[in-house]
């Protein structure tokens, strides 16, 4: 199903019946992948790019993405493309609706994705099924989304000559040890663990061999985990943050020593930005803000911040698989282009998380029992 909204009325039409102008001149290059971080030469994503189309716009990151874009890039022209599947929320839009062209639709439809290619600059690639355990319950989601939606996405693009900005995670390099003092940085060998992570890391291959085998114009970002506003309740941080406003504890798999590097998504966002308006065509970068904590001390943070006691959860099931560690080494994001994380003090984001969520019940209450009950299913 399409839906129209907001400006760019004719535009949308336009694309939607496949009668916008297309450049269809497929772009060449002989360069391939020299280093594990590079996987062409090139010039800048942007140069003169004002079109965005942002895949999984109504999902956590990317809606994020585009409140900040009006904000930092209002003469920037966007289209949001998302199927509304559990995890997309047009309430993570209000405010910035009005200002943007709005596709209800999947990635994996080759028609309206070639249509809707054909008409931007440039595609910020968000979309994608990114729940781990879901993907333990029911994988093909995930390769359906992950590896074809992605597909579809650099087919459009080889046939248009647009750019890319691929969103992927740190999942795909695996884990590390728990005291093991290496972090993941553009050469760490891929090895991903969950149908999740393994289906990341293939769509990030596919973009790799479509930069070497057609020359197109690519960038590639593996971050480490998020936290902030808009984020499903489904996910660590807002799952306990909710589970305390609704007056139960907070539930921690297995023993909670596992480490996750957390960053803020502006910061993820920000660094995203950075990559599309200066990063190098061909290029891999890295997004961490140095944030490792262990999941222990985040749930002890969370019930400290919201005047409870720190020993007030619960243990339950682990997650089969459970990666130990993640750990982003962001130098070369920093050197090349000069970003630095804003939100340096963990427990200063997620205090403004906490308080996000307070102020928010209408947002994320229609979402809490059904993925409740999905937990309570799997003993978590
Ligand atoms: P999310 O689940 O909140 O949002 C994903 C969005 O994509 C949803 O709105 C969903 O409806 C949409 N979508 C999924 N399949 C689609 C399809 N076939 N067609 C159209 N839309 C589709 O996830 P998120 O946390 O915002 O993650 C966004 C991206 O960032 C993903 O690619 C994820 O792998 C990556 N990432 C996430 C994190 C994190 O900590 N959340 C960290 C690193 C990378
Ligand atoms: O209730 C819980 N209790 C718990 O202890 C939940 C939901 C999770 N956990 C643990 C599992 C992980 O060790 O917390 C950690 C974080 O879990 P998730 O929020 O599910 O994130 P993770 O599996 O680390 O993956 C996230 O970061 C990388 C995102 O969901 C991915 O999309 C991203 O690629």
């Known amino acids: ?86 995890a997309g929320n047009k309430a993570s839009l209000d405010g910035v609706m009005k200002d943007i062209s709005f596709v209800e639709g999947d990635i994996c439809n080759e028609e309206l994705i070639d249509g809707l290619v054909a008409d931007c600059d440039l595609v910020v690639h968000f979309a ?73 890391a293939g769509s990030d291959m596919l973009v790799h061999a479509w930069v070497r085998s057609f020359g197109i114009h690519a960038t590639i970002s593996n971050c480490s985990n998020n936290y902030g506003p808009r984020q499903h309740v489904e996910k660590f941080i807002p799952r306990q943050i909710t589970e305390v406003l609704e007056g139960r504890k907070p539930k921690l798999y297995g023993t909670g020593e596992q ?7 502006d910061d993820h966002n920000s660094a995203v930005l950075a990559i599309i308006e200066n990063g190098q065509s061909g290029n891999v970068y890295l997004i961490g803000a140095d944030g490792e904590k262990d999941n222990k001390s985040v749930v002890e943070l969370i019930l400290k911040g919201m005047g409870k006691e720190a020993s007030d959860y ?53 979402l809490k029992a059904e993925t409740e009950a999905k937990y309570k299913k799997a003993g978590q």
């Open 1 to 86: 199903m399409v839906e129209a909204q907001g400006a760019n009325e004719k535009r949308k039409r336009d694309v939607l019946s496949g009668t916008s102008s297309a450049d269809r001149i497929s772009q060449r290059s002989d360069s391939g992948i020299s280093e594990g971080s590079v996987l062409s030469t090139g010039q800048n994503q942007v140069g003169a790019v004002r079109k965005l189309l942002v895949t999984g716009g109504a999902g956590f990151i990317g809606s994020n993405f585009v409140h900040m874009l009006r904000h930092d890039r209002p003469d920037w022209q966007i289209t949001v493309i998302d199927k509304m599947g559990y």
């Open 128 to 200: 994608a099924e990114s729940h781990n355990d879901n993907s333990l319950n029911n994988p093909w989601p995930f390769v359906e989304s992950n590896l074809l939606g992605t597909y579809r996405i650099l087919e459009a693009v080889r046939k248009h000559s647009k750019k890319l900005h691929h969103i992927s995670t740190d999942e795909v390099y695996g884990d590390l040890e728990l005291n093991d003092p290496a972090k993941f940085n553009e050469s760490t060998r891929y090895n991903p663990s969950s149908p999740y992570s393994s289906t990341k």
């Open 259 to 265: 480490v996750r590097d957390w960053i803020h998504v």
């Open 314 to 366: 619960d243990h339950v099931n682990d997650r089969p698989g459970h990666d130990m560690r993640y750990a982003i080494d962001s130098t070369k994001l920093q050197n090349e282009l000069g970003w630095q994380p804003k939100y340096t003090n963990f427990a200063d984001g997620l205090k403004a998380t906490v308080e996000w969520y307070k102020e928010n019940e209408s947002w994320w209450k229609p």
